[in-house]
């Protein structure tokens, strides 16, 4: 079963407004992380933002945020005024504890475009 | 260096050939991860080293995959007999210690073309 799903293969946006990201996510682990990465053309991978599965209030990183709705398993990122160097694939990542191990699984990534 | 080091950037081998791809984490991260990214898609997890603990192999696609950590630091990813599929760029990853909330710190990649 997929643990990280991002519904949406390419997403646009104008430049200046606002554009949401969707992640869910599956685990029955009570404690886990959530994070979220952009790719740009040039291959790197860029931390964003982070979200605990205990924390009480949605993380915010500058222009970024993210709406963590625990219930539906879902960590949404949302970019607010969009500049055109936002244009990237954004990844989706959990990290949770099985047996020891603490990897970090990706989810297959929305590639975003900001029209100017 | 003050980053992930991956090495070499670029590698063209021929189908049946074996590889050795090469890691240097940031000095001092204890965890260190293998991915392999497609044309296009996501990141597939390969591998997990967490100090000395034992790693966490679940995402090698096959026994023609191997990797080690000498000393808790570099790390080399192996494909034997490499197959046209392997074709893709292998990412590598270290964090700075346990946690949920420890972010991976990437390298460049290496992109491995088998002919």
């Known amino acids: 079963a997929q643990k990280i799903t991002q519904t949406q293969p390419g997403m646009f946006v104008q430049e200046k407004e606002a554009v949401t990201l969707d992640c869910t996510y599956d685990?029955?682990?009570?404690?886990?992380?959530l994070f979220w990465y952009k790719q740009p053309s040039s291959g790197e991978m860029i931390f964003l933002i982070y979200?605990?599965?205990?924390?009480?209030q949605n993380a915010t990183e500058g222009r970024y945020s993210l709406n963590f709705q625990k219930a539906r398993k879902s960590a949404n990122l949302v970019i607010s005024a969009s500049q055109l160097g936002d244009s990237a694939m954004y990844f989706c990542?959990?990290?949770?504890?099985?047996?020891?191990?603490?990897?970090?699984?990706f989810g297959k990534g929305t590639k975003l475009t900001v029209n100017p | 260096g003050a980053g992930v080091s991956q090495s070499p950037s670029n590698k063209v081998t021929e189908k049946g050939k074996d590889v050795e791809l090469r890691c240097d984490p940031i000095?001092?991260?204890?965890?260190l991860y293998w991915y392999r990214q497609s044309l296009g898609q996501g990141l597939e997890f390969l591998i997990y080293?967490?100090?000395?603990?034992?790693?966490?192999k679940s995402g090698l696609p096959s026994d023609r995959f191997s990797a080690e950590r000498t000393g808790g630091s570099v790390s080399t990813l192996t494909i034997q007999r490499t197959q046209q599929e392997d074709s893709a760029v292998y990412l590598c990853?270290?964090?700075?210690?346990?946690?949920?909330?420890?972010?991976?710190?990437f390298g460049q990649g290496t992109r491995l073309t088998v002919v």
């Open positions: 990853a270290s964090s700075p210690r346990r946690g949920m909330n420890t972010e991976a710190f």
């Open positions: 685990t029955s682990d009570p404690s886990y992380g």
């Open positions: 979200q605990g599965s205990y924390d009480q």
């Open positions: 990542a959990m990290r949770e504890t099985q047996g020891g191990s603490e990897k970090l699984v």
């Open positions: 000095s001092g991260h204890t965890a």
């Open positions: 080293f967490q100090g000395n603990s034992a790693p966490d």
